[in-house]
């Protein structure tokens, strides 16, 4: 059984930092993608990362690229986003999530997902 549970948001002033975890636990191999979305209440939600596990391989959405950083600790199963220069548009729902293959920020296909942690930026 697959689980994912995001932890680290919380509020933050602009120009403030924030770092995210994933825990992933289930998996036995690291044949897949991991990524960061986001969601805004009325919006689409946004892919702003993504990593592959087994190469490290990283992509990010251009609305965070050179200020997110996605990392991933192999001997916990843990992955990282490491947020900085926060702006009040970075406010959502972050969400952590699997799937067998990533188009860019993206994820494709389906796999696990978390519940989420809120970050607020004023």
């Known amino acids: 059984h697959v689980q994912l549970v995001e932890s680290g948001g919380g509020s933050v002033e602009a120009g403030g930092s924030l770092t995210l975890s994933c825990a992933a636990s289930?998996?036995?191999?690291?044949?897949?993608?991991l990524g960061w979305a986001r969601q805004i209440p009325g919006k689409e939600e946004e892919g702003v990362a993504t990593?592959?596990?087994?190469?490290?391989?990283?992509y990010y959405s251009k609305t965070v690229k050179g200020r997110f950083t996605v990392s991933q600790d192999d001997s916990e199963s843990v992955v990282y986003l490491q947020m900085n220069d926060l702006t009040p548009d970075d406010t959502a729902m972050y969400y952590c999530?699997?799937?067998?293959?990533?188009?860019?920020?993206?994820?494709?296909?389906?796999?696990?997902r978390g519940r989420g942690t809120q970050v607020t930026v004023s």
């Open positions: 990593i592959w596990r087994a190469s490290g391989t990283r």
């Open positions: 999530a699997t799937a067998p293959s990533c188009d860019g920020s993206k994820l494709l296909g389906r796999g696990a």
């Open positions: 289930g998996y036995t191999h690291t044949r897949y993608c």
